[in-house]
């Protein structure tokens, strides 16, 4: 996939909760993974092994933000951290936060679901609290 | 889960390739999904964001080893990393070569099949290149 036809080089609709020069953070309102995010790296590099040490100590740290940000907004029961890009080869993180009765539990997203998820809302003012836990955790 | 009951703190038949005292790369002998590695970190740890700064970069350093030894040892078309750890709360990544033609591609390898996969062999003497290579890279 060239640059030109890459979902995050030409990005549509983003909701981006946090960014520096590297890489930002995208809030996925998905209803049936509520607090579901993604660490993009804003350059078109397909694997993490195509990134140096310094920007992939700086990828993860970032990643490790949003996950920490999660668990202290949402309590969930496990978080899940995936970089696949099979579909889209862009590297990006899926920081996903895991209940015991969303809609796959305890199998990964992808897998076929096994329930009805349970309805969960989120804190008020969600973005605001992870941007700023995130800016004081990369900080 | 204490761990008393985790597979990662009790191993049985695992194919470790590389370790050093803080985690192990274990070669999972998966027919479908060919060169499928998991690295494992010693420790009975739930999350990536529990370890500290030092042991993350650690931990993904070993874990980008064990991604291009892969890549130079096997040419997949793509790699696939995942902390997801639902079933057994001990952090481990999963490191995985994707091929157009294995039995998920492009989605996760815990979707659904699509198709029977191809037969794919290991180089001779795979195990022993991945080691000397991700010691090479880890040194």
């Given at each position: 996939?060239?640059?030109?036809?890459?979902?995050?080089?030409?990005?549509?609709?983003?909701?981006?909760?946090?960014?520096?020069?590297?890489?930002?953070?995208l809030?996925?309102?998905?209803?049936?993974?509520?607090?579901?995010?993604r660490?993009?790296?804003?350059?078109?590099?397909?694997?993490?092994?195509?990134?140096?040490?310094?920007?992939?100590?700086?990828?993860?740290?970032?990643?490790?933000?949003?996950?920490?940000?999660?668990?202290?907004?949402?309590?969930?029961?496990?978080?899940?951290?995936?970089?696949?890009?099979?579909?889209?080869?862009?590297?990006h993180?899926?920081?996903?936060?895991?209940?015991?009765?969303?809609?796959?539990?305890?199998?990964?997203?992808?897998?076929?679901?096994?329930?009805?998820?349970?309805?969960?809302?989120?804190?008020?003012?969600?973005?605001?609290?992870?941007?700023?836990?995130?800016?004081?955790?990369?900080?």
């Open positions: 996939m060239s640059a030109d036809a890459c979902v995050f080089c030409n990005p549509s609709g983003e909701t981006v909760v946090w960014s520096d020069a590297r890489c930002r953070v809030h996925v309102t998905d209803a049936g993974f509520v607090g579901f995010c660490v993009v790296w804003n350059e078109h590099v397909t694997e993490f092994s195509d990134l140096d040490e310094a920007d992939r100590n700086h990828v993860m740290k970032v990643v490790v933000a949003v996950e920490r940000s999660l668990r202290s907004l949402l309590s969930p029961h496990k978080m899940n951290v995936a970089s696949l890009g099979n579909q889209t080869p862009h590297l993180w899926h920081v996903i936060p895991r209940y015991r009765d969303d809609s796959r539990y305890p199998d990964p997203i992808w897998a076929a679901p096994r329930r009805e998820p349970a309805a969960r809302a989120l804190p008020g003012d969600f973005a605001a609290k992870l941007r700023n836990a995130i800016a004081s955790a990369v900080a």
